[in-house]
């Protein structure tokens, strides 16, 4: 099946920077879909960014675009979350999604999920 390990989270002041990557193991990332996700306390999961197989395509939601940019080296089988001007309300647990579709991983039905790594965003 595969696995999806998530690194790069910790804590930042606000309008501080952090990239997270996403390695795949025994799974080739450069076929699918990516994704990443966040849940923070209380709240429920929310889709954060998306980019296609070849990295052509990228979507985002609304509360992170022109922050947050996400990329992927497939030669290194990783999906890279670079996130800049970080908010408190970043602070969550984010974690990678693999799937076929832009459409299934974006509704959080791709299938394959990483574990997460937590993001602090606080003074």
């Known amino acids: 099946q595969g696995q999806l390990v998530e690194s790069g989270g910790g804590l930042v002041q606000p309008g501080g920077s952090l990239r997270l990557s996403c390695a795949a193991s025994g799974r080739t990332v450069s076929s699918s879909v990516m994704g990443w996700f966040r849940q923070a306390p209380g709240k429920e999961r929310e889709f954060v960014a998306v980019?296609?197989?070849?990295?052509?395509?990228?979507r985002y939601a609304d509360s992170v675009k022109g922050r947050f940019t996400i990329s992927r080296d497939n030669a290194k089988n990783t999906v890279y979350l670079e996130m800049n001007s970080l908010k408190p309300e970043d602070t969550a647990v984010y974690s990678c999604?693999?799937?076929?579709?832009?459409?299934?991983?974006?509704?959080?039905?791709?299938?394959?999920w990483g574990q997460g790594t937590q993001v602090t965003v606080s003074s």
């Open positions: 999604a693999a799937g076929g579709t832009m459409q299934s991983v974006t509704s959080g039905n791709g299938g394959y």
């Open positions: 980019i296609s197989s070849s990295g052509g395509s990228t």
